[in-house]
């Protein structure tokens, strides 16, 4: 089992520029979520999927957007990246009350 | 809506000395309460978590936390650290009775071990 795997691990953008981050999870479970993790304000979600078709909104979706076409897969994407978007993002998955979280990708918009 | 307070953003502490990580909650229903650990330029880890039942919870790597429903408080405590306890640390909740899985998370407490 992989567990939650983001890819990919590491990207620079320029402002402006447009991309799609991947979550994928072999674990069969219904929840999925995206956080940011900024310093000193620990992880904030920003949208999340409670099934196959279904995405809501977290705490911070201004300038983001989510699809959940396939159950093991919930997608985060960045129409025009702007520095403030700088960040870790963590995908997450959960059964019951474990969430599973994948190792992150460092963002950078330059 | 959930929040969590992590009042010490930092905890520097000697080796093999006792260490506790506050935490306080604030929640107008039940929550679940969970301590996850960031190692350096990795994911989190689940250290333990408390549902129900016993107050106390014992947690991997010799972590426990104490849930305490007055104060609202769910601090980590471990007897002596070691150098490998170097990491970040955070609290966060979830509440069920909402269906709200979604954990919300404190700000984190980097706890700093020193030789």
């Known amino acids: 089992n992989a567990g939650v795997t983001q890819t990919p691990k590491f990207r620079v953008l320029k402002t402006g520029q447009s991309m799609t981050l991947l979550c994928a999870q072999d674990?069969?479970?219904?929840?999925m979520y995206w956080y940011r993790q900024d310093p000193g304000m620990g992880l904030r979600l920003i949208h999340y999927?409670?099934?196959?078709?279904?995405?809501a909104k977290g705490e911070v979706p201004d300038g983001y957007n989510v699809s959940r076409l396939k159950k093991q897969n919930f997608l985060l994407g960045l129409e025009s990246a702007a520095p403030s978007q700088t960040s870790v993002y963590f995908c997450?998955?959960?059964?019951?009350?474990?969430?599973?979280f994948g190792q992150g990708t460092r963002l950078t918009v330059v | 809506a959930q929040s969590v307070t992590q009042l010490d953003s930092q905890v520097p502490v000697f080796e093999e000395a006792p260490v506790e990580l506050r935490c306080n909650y604030s929640?107008?229903?039940?929550?679940?309460l969970f301590w996850y650990v960031q190692y350096p330029n990795q994911g989190l880890q689940l250290l333990l978590k408390?549902?129900?039942?016993?107050?106390l919870v014992k947690g991997i790597n010799g972590f426990e936390a104490e849930f305490n429903k007055s104060q609202t408080s769910f601090h980590l405590r471990k007897p002596s650290v070691h150098i490998s306890d170097t990491a970040e640390y955070f609290c966060a909740v979830s509440a069920p009775d909402t269906g709200r899985r979604a954990l919300t998370f404190g700000s984190g407490t980097r706890l700093q071990v020193q030789p």
């Open positions: 929640s107008s229903v039940s929550v679940y």
């Open positions: 674990m069969n479970h219904e929840y």
């Open positions: 999927s409670v099934g196959e078709g279904t995405t």
């Open positions: 997450a998955s959960s059964k019951g009350s474990l969430a599973f």
């Open positions: 408390y549902l129900s039942g016993s107050t």
